[in-house]
């Protein structure tokens, strides 16, 4: 944007803003045994930019791994939502649930985010949320 700014003149101007940071929530939905005994979600996203190049407007640097903090709803489904610069490589949503008392104490899940998130870089100004159902395998 090149500027020309007169003595003793009053100037006014509009700059174009483009929103940088995106936000993402993920709503686990466990089948009710499981949501009657999980107390707590812990779970890693990987493929995410720990920097954003403004002037290319692409992600920069290697991709990092977050800790979403998941809390439990009032409907016993758990969500987490985070802001995010942008997306690279893969993304992968690695996890579990730590059940109150029994057998088993935790339940692990993993899940391929890629496909979902592939346009978040360029679409960062519409939230985003997605949601799985959690189930045992036997």
Known sequence: LDV???KNTH???KIPVKQQ?????V???PNEDIKNRSTKVSATLSG???AWNIDTDQPSGNAVDIV???ERNDDGNWQGTIHLLGITGKQMLSGKLIFSSGFPSEMTFECDLS???VDFNSNKHKHLTLSGNLVEKN
Do not use: D, R
Request: charged share 15%; proline share 4%.
């Open 48 to 50: 995410i930019c720990g």
């Open 11 to 13: 100037h006014q101007f």
């Open 68 to 70: 979403p903090v998941f």
């Open 4 to 6: 020309e700014i007169k």
């Open 115 to 117: 496909n979902a998130l």
């Open 27 to 29: 709503v686990l939905k």
């Open 21 to 25: 940071v995106g936000q993402l929530t």
